[in-house]
């Protein structure tokens, strides 16, 4: 995926200055910094949920600039902050949404497989309604039905966000193996240390525009971090 000047405004507000953004082939991008940075809305404008300027290519095609469902056909897949599942339906029900276009039954068994193997504790929840599972639980939904859609490419969302430490692990750690399979990552993240681990790169916003662009491998320490987020 490559945008250039993408930029985004709610009203006259300016959210998102114009910033170049690059996620390669098979590679996780973090994407850090404070509240009110301009990290969902940058993920807003590249699905088009938000008035924008700019362009964005996908596979070497522009993506449509105001239209979230093409951009979603194209296989860019948003989980959004926080999390989106509808919580009096089924953990079934939410996963069947994520491929509700979907006809060919064989397809859906293999994407509903890849989900529980992904999340065991998916598949023994299956009936229990979203509302009524664990925060991480349903962090594992919103990512398994986003799953279902089959992505190219997977943005998220602060997945993190009033999880538990452990938590938040299994579910960084589930994101890192779905990479690895391929699968590239746009991961917004408050918890940057975590993210780096993770991340090919990572892009720092504060108060709507690009700050830096991180090397993770060059990331000596924590206070180093803070250098960026207060530079
Ligand atoms: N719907 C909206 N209408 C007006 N302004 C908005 C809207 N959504 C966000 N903003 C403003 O845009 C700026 C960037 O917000 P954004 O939600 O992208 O930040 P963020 O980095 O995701 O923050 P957080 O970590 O708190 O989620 C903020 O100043 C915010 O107040
Ligand atoms: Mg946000």
Redesign the pocket.
């Known amino acids: 995926m490559e945008a250039r000047n993408l930029s ?1 405004r ?2 006259q ?1 300016q ?2 200055a114009p910033i170049d953004f690059q996620v390669g082939a098979g590679e996780l991008v973090a994407v850090l ?12 404008a590249i699905l088009g949920l ?1 008035t924008n300027a700019g362009e964005v290519a996908f596979m070497g095609a522009a993506l449509p600039r105001r239209n979230p469902v093409a951009v979603a056909s194209r296989g860019v897949v948003l989980v959004p ?1 926080g999390r989106g599942i509808f919580g009096p339906m089924t953990v079934m029900e939410n996963l069947e949404l994520g491929a509700y276009r979907l006809k060919d039954r064989h397809e859906r068994q293999r994407r509903f497989d890849r989900v529980f193997e992904l999340f065991p504790r998916l598949k023994e929840r299956l009936g229990q309604t979203a509302g009524s599972m664990s925060g991480g639980e349903q962090q594992m939904l919103a990512i398994g039905r986003a799953l279902m859609a089959d992505p190219k490419i997977l943005l998220l ?2 997945p993190s ?1 009033g999880l538990a430490p452990r938590v938040t692990d299994e579910i960084l750690e589930t994101l890192g193996v779905l990479n690895r399979s391929g699968l590239p990552v746009v991961l ?1 993240e ?1 918890r940057a240390p975590q993210a780096l681990k993770l991340a090919h790169r990572a892009y720092l ?1 504060s ?2 525009r690009l700050v830096a662009v991180i090397d993770p491998r060059e990331v000596q320490s924590h206070d180093q971090l803070a250098q960026y987020y207060f530079a």
């Open positions: 985004a709610y009203g507000v959210a998102l910094g404070p509240n009110g940075a301009g990290k969902s809305t940058l993920l807003r938000v902050e969302d602060e966000l917004v408050q916003l108060l709507g």
